[in-house]
């Protein structure tokens, strides 16, 4: 599974959300999904992440998401710690309404996996490899 990433509609806000470095243009990033998705035989997942940038343009986002042609959209907005203000359930509904006929799971719906805390030797055995594969 391959997860790629398309955050804007247009360079200017690509550069903006993005900070892409120099020489980097969206229209080469779109097209070189697409072309890895042809080619890629396994299962491509392509994760949106809406902040208050480019929530208005979940449309324009959308139509380039269907040119790449992902198994499903990660429709998401930051909900840990980030200097940018995560945009609300609601908002991602009707910005979810922009892929219509996609596959879509969104960051508010996804059930949340259980993480445990470990500290000190425990932490350490997990993290170790099982003695027959250090052999």
Do not use: C, H, W
């Given at each position: 599974m391959v997860v790629g990433s398309l955050d804007a509609p247009n360079e200017e806000l690509f550069k903006k959300i993005n900070k892409p470095c120099d020489g980097l243009r969206l229209d080469d990033v779109v097209d070189g999904m697409a072309k890895f998705r042809s080619d890629f035989g396994g299962k491509f997942s392509l994760e949106v992440m809406f902040v208050?940038?480019?929530?208005?343009?979940?449309?324009?986002?959308?139509?380039?998401?269907?040119?790449?042609?992902?198994?499903?959209?990660?429709?998401?907005?930051?909900?840990?710690?980030?200097?940018?203000?995560?945009?609300?359930?609601?908002?991602?509904?009707?910005?979810?309404?922009?892929?219509?006929?996609?596959?879509?799971?969104?960051?508010?719906?996804?059930?949340?996996?259980?993480?445990?805390?470990?500290?000190?030797?425990?932490?350490?055995?997990?993290l170790k490899r099982p003695k027959e594969e250090r052999e």
């Open positions: 208050s940038e480019n929530k208005d343009f979940a449309r324009e986002i959308a139509d380039l998401a269907r040119k790449i042609g992902p198994d499903e959209i990660q429709i998401n907005t930051p909900l840990r710690s980030s200097p940018v203000k995560p945009l609300t359930r609601e908002e991602l509904v009707k910005i979810q309404e922009s892929f219509e006929g996609m596959k879509v799971s969104m960051v508010y719906e996804v059930e949340k996996k259980k993480v445990e805390k470990v500290v000190g030797e425990e932490k350490v055995n997990r």
